[in-house]
Each structure stands twice: as structure tokens, then as C-alpha cells.
């Protein structure tokens, strides 16, 4: 597929007038679309930019570090959609030295409609409906766990959250979502994959973003559990539930535990899944949210260090308050 491409010089110009800390309030202005645990996506409100979505990932010390991430995050995106079979927004990069020698590098996306998103469109449809929207993400995500049976010498992950798939074509207002629906899956920035057995991402990048005093905790307490779990089909199930606690539907958790455990006896007997139970769900988030949360305030405690101490710049955008149950 042919890559997306934007003028650099705009992205550059951007750059120059970013608040990190107010990312509207920039000289270009930007709009905050989503955000993720580590990172945050946003349009750019400029001429020639309209209509994509920018993700920022300033952790590359230079330039010789960008290199082997793009080749793995190219490789990803086309393993994903060639040999996997999933589709994708089209997808592109824009890579460059920023006035203060930062190198930035941004992933570029078309950007797709708010309400498409699989965590807005859970709030437009009644309850039946939900549970066979996520039966129907199962099954995309099955395409993973298939390729991975099948092949000894790659191994690929994938962060099944509802919030990363988008419905094709989704109108909040149908109120159903039809078998024959086609999802995108948008959350290639972490590429996960493992060839012979070797995971193909430097897991130190990851680090980068985190505020220094915490890196050898991070790397010690959970950089392995984070790093693994996406390769696993009933621990990204059980994250795709726990997700509906964050999305204040904690309620329908019951019923889509029984979505997901007919799922596996039914549509994927071959690959032999554990049943998941509620408890099983309900202690996941608990430990999950106490990861993160942790992991953000810790951040903006850095945040606070870097520039209010020690007047230097820093460089990311972080989410504001998450809600959560
Ligand atoms: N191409 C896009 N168009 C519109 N919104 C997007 C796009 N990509 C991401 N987003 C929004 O930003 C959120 C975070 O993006 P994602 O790629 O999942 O990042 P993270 O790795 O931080 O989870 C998504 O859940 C979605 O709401
Ligand atoms: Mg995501």
C-alpha cells in the first residue's frame, strides 16, 4: 500500500508553536482525538494537514534510533494486513529534527470518525448489540491467534482493546451492527512481533517516556507482563472485558464473559482457551488500573520536576484526568 505523506515543513512549523502540556493552545492548534495509556492522538488544525491523525512519539534520542523502529513498525503494519488479514486505516510517518534537536517522529493516520470508535459506539447500542459487536472483534482477533498457530518462526501481538478497532461505516443512529461490518484495527505504533522467538521492539523504548527515577521499577516489575500479555488470546480477551470498566458499562461484564467463553467452545475449540470467569476479570483491572494510574501521576509528577525545577522541556503530551470506575 502506498504510504501516507504530509509535508514535513508543516509538521515542523507545528511543532515549533506545540504546547505539550495544552495541546489546543499550541500557535497551530491541535485537537486531542484520543488517548491511549502511553500516548495521545490528535488532529492538526492547519491547511494540508485536515483529515489525518497525528500521533507524537518524541522518545528517539537521534535518528539512528528511528530506523530500526520504522523498519518494525512497516513490518507490523504489513504483516498485520498481508499475512494476518486484518485491515487497517491507510497509514504513513513523518520523521524530522525538531528546532531544539529533538528527532520526533509522527505516526500518520487517516483519521477516522469519533463515533466509529468501538468505545463510542458501545454507548449507541442497546445491550444485544454490544455483545455481538464484541463477538464479532473476537473473531477479527482470532485471525492472530490462526496466523500464530500456523507459523512457527513468527509470533505476533495485538492490543485487542475496543478502543483500538473502528466500525466501518458505523452511523451511531442504526442502533445495530450488521454481520457483514468490516473493522480497522489502529493501534500499530507498538509493534509487537517476535521472530524466532526474538521480539523484534526494544523494549527500552517503551521505557523512554516514563520519568527516570521509575525506569528500574518499570523494567523490574512489569515491563515483561506488559510485553507478553498481547501475545496471548484469553489474556487480551480478558482485557477487552475489563476494558467495559473504564467505559462505565461494567454492567454488561457478566453477559460478555458468556460471549467470550462461547466464543472459544465455538468458534475457536482449536486453540484450546481456559474459560474466563468474572473474578478473573475483575482482578485483572484492578491490578491493571493500579499500573496506570500509578504510572500517570508519576509522570506528571516527572512533568513537574523537569519544568518547574528544573526549567527544562518536557516533551510529552499527557492524558488528563482518565476516567475510570
Ligand atoms: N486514525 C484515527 N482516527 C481517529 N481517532 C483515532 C485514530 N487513531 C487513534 N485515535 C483515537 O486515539 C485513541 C488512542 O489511539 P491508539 O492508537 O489506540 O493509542 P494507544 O496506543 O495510546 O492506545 C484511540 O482509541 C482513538 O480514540
Ligand atoms: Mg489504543
Redo the contacts with the bound molecule.
Keep these: 500500500m502506498e504510504e501516507l505523506r504530509v509535508d514535513t515543513e508543516l509538521l515542523r512549523e507545528f511543532e515549533r508553536g506545540l504546547d505539550p502540556r495544552h495541546p489546543e493552545r499550541s500557535r497551530i492548534p491541535a485537537r486531542v482525538?484520543?488517548?491511549?495509556?502511553?500516548?495521545t492522538?490528535f488532529e492538526i488544525r492547519a491547511e494540508g494537514l485536515e483529515g489525518y491523525?497525528f500521533?507524537r512519539l518524541p522518545i528517539f534520542k537521534d535518528r539512528e534510533e528511528i530506523e530500526p523502529y520504522l523498519a518494525s513498525y512497516r513490518e507490523y503494519n504489513r504483516i498485520l494486513s498481508e499475512e494476518v488479514g486484518l485491515s487497517l486505516?491507510a497509514y504513513g510517518h513523518a520523521e524530522f529534527v525538531s528546532d531544539s534537536g529533538r528527532p520526533v517522529f509522527y505516526i500518520i493516520?487517516?483519521?477516522?470518525p469519533?463515533h466509529s470508535?468501538g468505545?463510542a459506539a458501545i454507548h449507541h447500542l442497546p445491550d444485544s448489540e454490544v455483545l455481538a459487536l464484541v463477538r464479532m472483534i473476537l473473531r477479527e482477533e482470532k485471525k492472530v491467534w490462526d496466523f500464530n498457530r500456523g507459523r512457527g518462526d513468527l509470533e505476533v501481538a495485538i492490543?485487542g482493546?475496543i478502543?483500538?478497532w473502528?466500525i466501518v461505516g458505523f452511523e451511531p443512529g442504526a442502533g445495530c451492527v450488521d454481520d457483514s461490518v468490516r473493522f480497522l484495527y489502529?493501534?500499530t505504533?507498538?509493534p509487537l512481533f517476535r521472530v524466532d522467538g526474538v521480539e523484534q521492539l526494544d523494549p527500552e523504548l517503551f521505557l523512554r517516556s516514563a520519568p527516570s527515577f521509575l525506569v528500574w521499577m518499570i523494567r523490574l516489575l512489569f515491563l515483561e507482563d506488559v510485553m507478553t500479555r498481547y501475545y496471548d488470546f484469553r489474556l487480551v480477551t480478558i482485557d477487552l472485558i475489563a476494558n467495559f470498566y473504564k467505559e462505565q458499562r461494567a454492567e454488561l461484564i457478566p453477559a460478555l464473559v458468556g460471549t467470550a467463553n462461547e466464543f472459544f467452545a465455538e468458534e475457536a475449540p482449536e486453540h484450546g482457551v481456559e474459560p474466563i470467569s468474572e473474578k478473573d476479570v475483575a482482578s485483572y483491572y484492578r491490578e491493571d488500573r493500579i499500573i496506570w494510574a500509578l504510572y500517570l501521576a508519576l509522570r506528571k509528577f516527572d512533568r513537574f520536576l523537569r519544568t518547574r525545577l528544573l526549567r527544562r522541556e518536557y516533551p510529552y503530551i499527557l492524558p488528563g484526568k482518565i476516567k475510570r470506575k
Design positions: 482525538l484520543g488517548y491511549g495509556e502511553i500516548s492522538v491523525a500521533k486505516p493516520q487517516e483519521q477516522l469519533a470508535i468505545n492490543d482493546q478502543s483500538n473502528s489502529m493501534d505504533s507498538t
